[in-house]
């Protein structure tokens, strides 16, 4: 037997691992089985920078204000129901406005994206938001802060180097460390387009949100599946995927998401509120979490802030958030953010 060899089973034997050390393995096993299910539910925070691209200022409040409202409104209901949220956040919010500096990716944009003019020497209140970051900071003892891009640019290894890659997340650190933000540890991809891992990886992160989880019989078909997929975007009719955690020999913790809280097309989502049925799509996800609470699994559900733009938005979440308050009451489920989970599983 060789040393690798010898290593290798002494460290089994004592429980002495590194990240580098595990295979393909689940959290759960016989030796060490959850006590309860868990729930994620992660807030991707960025204001008009998702859509820098393709700035619609009509999804958007004039001054911002809504969506500053629907943050601290979601932090009340948090705090309300005892449920951890990781907060995914864009760099640039942590400024009040344009610091022209040094290293700028925003500059390319210029003549490009017609957002540059908001943007570049400017303090438009939709894309910046130190207000917000101080917020957070104050009220988040419990949450999670997580990258979520400096400029929210899109991390398809395709059309982004691993120089830009670098140069987002150190300069998002600079920014957060400028706050006195703890060193994060999770990330949440610019429109869940995973890319350079190991990148990420060398910067001390250790988990991140991979795309959403489907179903592996009818919806891994060619044609049917392809259908059935463009019917769930419409109407949210199957209950979100629950799962284990696996944990890679390299690489950082993948948790993907279960299902987005306002992925259903909201011109049905808006009919069903006409017709009186406007738990129709949440119903659906509550059975998920049952699920993951009864199998002792993970369901990961997310939103963005600005997607609560009516009372019957937060009912919806009230709801959810009842049923999953009931069921950490009753010790069946647990509610972390995602570093924590990550953290937990390396640890098993």
Same mark, same amino acid.
């Given at each position: ?112 994206? &017609?957002?540059?003019?908001? !943007?570049?020497?400017?303090?438009? *209140?939709?894309? @910046?938001?130190?207000? $917000?970051? +101080? %917020? ?92 059935? &997929?463009?019917?769930?975007? !419409?109407?949210?009719?199957?209950? *979100?995927?629950? @799962?284990?955690?696996? $944990?890679? +020999? %390299? ?98």
């Amino acid at each position: 037997m060789d040393l690798a060899r010898i290593c290798f089973k002494v460290k089994e034997r004592l429980g002495i691992w590194t990240r580098k050390e595990f295979g393909i393995m689940t959290m759960v096993t016989e030796e060490n089985k959850a006590s309860t299910g868990y729930f994620l539910f992660s807030l991707d925070t960025e204001l008009a920078w998702g859509h820098f691209d393709n700035f619609r200022p009509g999804i958007f409040s004039p001054d911002g204000q809504r969506e500053r409202y629907a943050i601290r409104r979601l932090l009340d209901m948090l705090d309300e129901f005892g449920i951890v949220a990781t907060w995914a956040v864009v760099g640039h919010l942590f400024y009040t406005k344009c610091e022209k500096c040094e290293i700028c990716p925003v500059l390319e944009w210029k003549g490009k994206y &017609n957002s540059y003019n908001d !943007i570049y020497d400017a303090n438009s *209140p939709l894309w @910046y938001g130190a207000d $917000i970051i +101080r %917020t957070l900071i104050q009220r988040s003892g419990r949450h999670e802060i997580a990258f979520h891009g400096y400029t929210h640019r899109i991390f398809d290894e395709n059309t982004f180097s691993r120089e830009d890659a670098r140069v987002e997340i150190t300069e998002w650190l600079r920014v957060t460390q400028s706050m006195q933000v703890a060193h994060p540890r999770t990330v949440v991809f610019p429109r869940n387009k995973v890319g350079h891992l190991d990148v990420f990886e060398a910067h001390g992160f250790v988990c991140y949100r991979g795309d959403e989880l489907l179903p592996r019989d009818y919806y891994s078909l060619p044609l049917i599946g392809k259908f059935l &997929n463009r019917i769930d975007l !419409i109407t949210q009719f199957r209950t *979100p995927q629950i @799962y284990n955690v696996e $944990i890679n +020999r %390299t690489g950082l913790i993948n948790l993907p998401a279960s299902r987005g809280l306002f992925t259903i097309n909201r011109k049905f989502d808006m009919l069903l509120d006409r017709l009186n049925l406007r738990n129709f799509h949440i119903q659906r996800i509550i059975r998920g979490v049952e699920k993951a609470a009864k199998e002792k699994k993970i369901i990961h559900i997310y939103a963005h802030p600005f997607e609560f733009r009516a009372e019957r938005d937060f009912e919806k979440l009230r709801r959810l958030f009842e049923f999953v308050a009931d069921q950490i009451k009753n010790n069946r489920l647990q509610s972390v953010s995602m570093a924590t989970l990550a953290e937990t599983a390396l640890r098993s």
